[in-house]
């Protein structure tokens, strides 16, 4: 039968990801996949976690099994509030937090509130695929500014917005980008801001992976600098708490706040409440701080593993962007490369990263580099695997030609 799909969703496919999800699961033993995008699990606090679920649904059974507040638990927004203005220097008192399920779901609320179809949303060449195929879903063009070593190119974020039309907001993930890594420095974010200003555009700032440090110095927020009201900043605690407990949020103006309550009602009703009161629990009556310095001390040899394996292994031509913490490092093709055929010669190889086509909001232009997620596996696997990778990229050289 002819199932009358909706105009919007005609463009929708399966992710790449899912193509290396095959490979995987066809050959376990001996493919090496760097796609999914997961914490490392023996990393996690699980007993701290099964404890505080026990104690929670016996203490609270009443309140975590029947609906919940539409906007989430008012402790752990107020919970959220404090810890991000102590450690983020977010300080927006007339500002509301919608908590969310998963971050992923303000990506989805963003495009719904504020996307006609046809408008445009600015954002990082290589992206987050959770926000390039939700404008899309809205019919609207995510429309990529280039990218520097260190972040948005911000020469570019000025043309585009002189030059694009109907910018409805601009989009970014300013620290350990997905894909990229990168961290966008001050200066910048402070230039990013001014533009927004100078243009009067919406910043929505995600921000899933600054508690994930391994060295140097925390960079604050773009919202920290925020006294215009004019940037949604996007929470989680998948990568800090656990990923399948589902609880993210939303900080924002009043005005956005209500519509997004009212978006989130038709969605979900509320983010289920057991998980809710877990990060509240890790939030107020753990050291919150302690846990995230343990989960990175789990992590560093992985980052530190991976880092050293791609300096030692990789091709001269190839550049590895640098990643100060976050789950992913990202690493450019080299000139003139056709980044489809060293995706199918990686195959071949036996390992998977993502090609930036994947994070790109035009397909048909990438970017050009491959992201890899190194906090899945253990350090020797993670070497092997970029040797199997960088021996690709080798074979690609020989057989194309390319120096
Ligand atoms: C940049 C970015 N934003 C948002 C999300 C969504 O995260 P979650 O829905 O698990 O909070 C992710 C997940 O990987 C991400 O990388």
Same mark, same amino acid.
């Given at each position: 039968?002819?199932y009358?799909?909706?105009?919007r969703?005609l463009?929708?496919?399966?992710?790449?990801i899912?193509v290396?999800d095959?490979?995987?699961?066809?050959?376990?033993?001996?493919?090496i996949?760097?796609?999914?995008?997961?914490p490392?699990?023996?990393?996690m606090? !699980?007993?701290?976690?099964?404890?505080?679920?026990?104690q929670?649904?016996?203490e609270d059974?009443?309140e975590?099994l029947l609906y919940?507040e539409?906007s989430g638990n008012?402790?752990? #927004?107020?919970?959220?509030?404090?810890r991000?203005k102590?450690? #983020?220097g977010?300080?927006?008192p007339?500002d509301?937090?919608?908590? !969310?399920?998963?971050g992923q779901q303000v990506?989805y609320?963003?495009?719904?509130?504020f996307?006609?179809?046809?408008?445009?949303?600015?954002?990082?060449?290589i992206?987050?695929?959770?926000? =390039?195929d939700s404008?899309?879903?809205?019919?609207?063009?995510?429309?990529?500014?280039k990218v520097?070593?260190?972040g948005?190119?911000?020469e570019?974020?000025?043309?585009?917005?002189?030059?694009v039309?109907n910018? +409805?907001y601009?989009?970014?993930?300013p620290?350990?980008n997905?894909p990229?890594?990168?961290?966008l420095?001050?200066?910048?974010?402070k230039?990013?801001?001014e533009?927004?200003?100078?243009?009067?555009?919406? =910043?929505?700032?995600?921000d899933?992976y600054?508690?994930?440090?391994?060295?140097g110095d925390?960079v604050p927020?773009i919202?920290?600098?925020?006294?215009?009201?004019?940037?949604?900043?996007?929470g989680?605690?998948?990568?800090t708490?656990?990923?399948?407990?589902?609880?993210?949020?939303?900080m924002?103006? #009043?005005a956005?706040?209500?519509?997004?309550?009212?978006?989130?009602? =038709?969605?979900?009703?509320?983010?289920?409440m057991?998980?809710e009161k877990?990060?509240?629990h890790?939030?107020?009556?753990?050291d919150?701080?302690?846990?995230?310095?343990k989960?990175?001390?789990?992590?560093?040899?992985?980052? +530190?593993?991976?880092?050293?394996?791609l300096k030692?292994?990789m091709p001269s031509?190839w550049?590895i962007?640098?990643?100060?913490?976050g789950?992913f490092?990202?690493?450019?093709?080299?000139?003139g490369?056709?980044?489809?055929?060293?995706?199918?010669?990686?195959?071949q190889h036996?390992?998977?990263?993502?090609?930036?086509?994947?994070f790109?909001?035009?397909?048909?232009?990438p970017?050009?580099?491959?992201?890899?997620?190194f906090?899945p596996d !253990?350090?020797?696997?993670l070497?092997e695997g970029i #040797?199997?990778f960088a021996?690709?990229a080798?074979?690609?050289?020989?057989?194309y030609?390319?120096?």
């Amino acid at each position: 039968m002819d199932y009358g799909f909706a105009q919007r969703v005609l463009q929708s496919k399966q992710p790449l990801i899912r193509v290396i999800d095959r490979y995987m699961h066809e050959d376990p033993e001996n493919f090496i996949s760097f796609a999914e995008g997961n914490p490392g699990f023996e990393c996690m606090a !699980t007993d701290k976690i099964i404890e505080i679920a026990k104690q929670v649904i016996t203490e609270d059974t009443a309140e975590v099994l029947l609906y919940g507040e539409n906007s989430g638990n008012f402790e752990l #927004k107020d919970a959220i509030r404090d810890r991000w203005k102590r450690v #983020k220097g977010i300080d927006a008192p007339d500002d509301d937090i919608l908590i !969310t399920t998963g971050g992923q779901q303000v990506l989805y609320l963003s495009p719904r509130l504020f996307v006609n179809k046809g408008d445009n949303v600015l954002m990082e060449e290589i992206s987050y695929a959770g926000m =390039i195929d939700s404008v899309k879903g809205f019919e609207g063009n995510p429309v990529g500014v280039k990218v520097d070593e260190d972040g948005i190119n911000i020469e570019d974020l000025e043309k585009k917005l002189q030059t694009v039309p109907n910018v +409805k907001y601009i989009y970014l993930i300013p620290t350990f980008n997905n894909p990229t890594g990168v961290t966008l420095p001050l200066e910048k974010r402070k230039a990013v801001y001014e533009l927004a200003c100078k243009y009067d555009k919406l =910043i929505i700032e995600d921000d899933p992976y600054s508690d994930i440090r391994y060295t140097g110095d925390p960079v604050p927020p773009i919202k920290s600098l925020d006294v215009e009201d004019r940037v949604v900043y996007i929470g989680s605690f998948s990568k800090t708490i656990a990923a399948g407990l589902r609880v993210g949020f939303m900080m924002a103006p #009043k005005a956005i706040y209500e519509k997004g309550v009212a978006a989130k009602g =038709i969605l979900d009703a509320n983010t289920p409440m057991l998980n809710e009161k877990i990060c509240l629990h890790f939030l107020r009556d753990l050291d919150f701080e302690e846990e995230l310095k343990k989960l990175c001390a789990g992590y560093i040899p992985k980052w +530190k593993a991976t880092g050293d394996a791609l300096k030692k292994y990789m091709p001269s031509n190839w550049k590895i962007a640098k990643a100060e913490g976050g789950l992913f490092y990202f690493v450019r093709t080299p000139e003139g490369m056709d980044e489809a055929k060293m995706f199918e010669l990686e195959l071949q190889h036996n390992v998977g990263l993502v090609p930036s086509s994947a994070f790109s909001p035009d397909p048909t232009h990438p970017a050009g580099g491959f992201r890899l997620c190194f906090t899945p596996d !253990t350090p020797e696997r993670l070497e092997e695997g970029i #040797k199997r990778f960088a021996a690709a990229a080798e074979e690609y050289n020989e057989k194309y030609g390319l120096k």
